[in-house]
Each structure stands twice: as C-alpha cells, then as structure tokens.
C-alpha cells in the first residue's frame, strides 16, 4: 500500500521484524519513504501502529519535533475516535 503524506509518498511494508537491534511495532524510514508495521500483530494493533507512523511523517514534514509519548498519545487517541465511528461514510 502507497501513502500520501502531505505530497509525499511512503510504502507501507508489512515485515517479519521490524528492527533488528530491538523491539518495534513499526518504524518509519525518511530516506527511503517506507513504513515497516510487524506483520504479526494484531489488525488494531497494526492500525494503530500505522497512524503512529503517519503522525510521524506529519510531524517531520511540518518540522515539528515532538517526543515519542506525545506521538503515541496522539495515535491512540486518533484510532479510537476513526474506529469508534464512521465519521466519513455521511459525507
């Protein structure tokens, strides 16, 4: 699957490990435009997961930094409330 970020395309890739040297979920890669999510987690989880990675692409591209607890804080909240309703499907 291709992302659109703020005009930029990034692969999302579903691999056996994320990142060799420790323990992920996902991973975003701003050289080559890639987003690697561990293919064996659960569906929500993997959601989850990627919106996390696409916050973080937001954040670069708008030269944001932001700590890793505010990035996840904001994924978890934002997954709950698209998964909670369909907000979009009455538009």
């Known amino acids: 699957m291709e992302l659109?970020?703020?005009?930029?395309?990034?692969?999302?890739?579903?691999?056996?490990?994320?990142?060799k040297r420790?323990?992920?979920?996902?991973?975003?890669?701003?050289?080559?435009?890639?987003?690697?999510?561990?293919?064996?987690l659960p569906t929500t989880l993997k959601n989850q997961t990627l919106v996390h990675e696409i916050l973080?692409?937001?954040?670069?591209?708008l030269g944001m930094e932001k700590e890793e607890s505010e990035v996840q804080s904001l994924a978890t909240a934002l997954h709950q409330v698209f998964t909670a309703q369909t907000i979009f499907s009455s538009c």
């Open 22 to 40: 420790e323990f992920k979920f996902g991973e975003i890669d701003f050289v080559t435009n890639e987003i690697r999510i561990d293919k064996n």
């Open 4 to 19: 659109n970020i703020l005009g930029v395309t990034y692969k999302v890739i579903e691999v056996d490990v994320v990142d």
């Open 56 to 61: 973080h692409a937001v954040f670069q591209l």
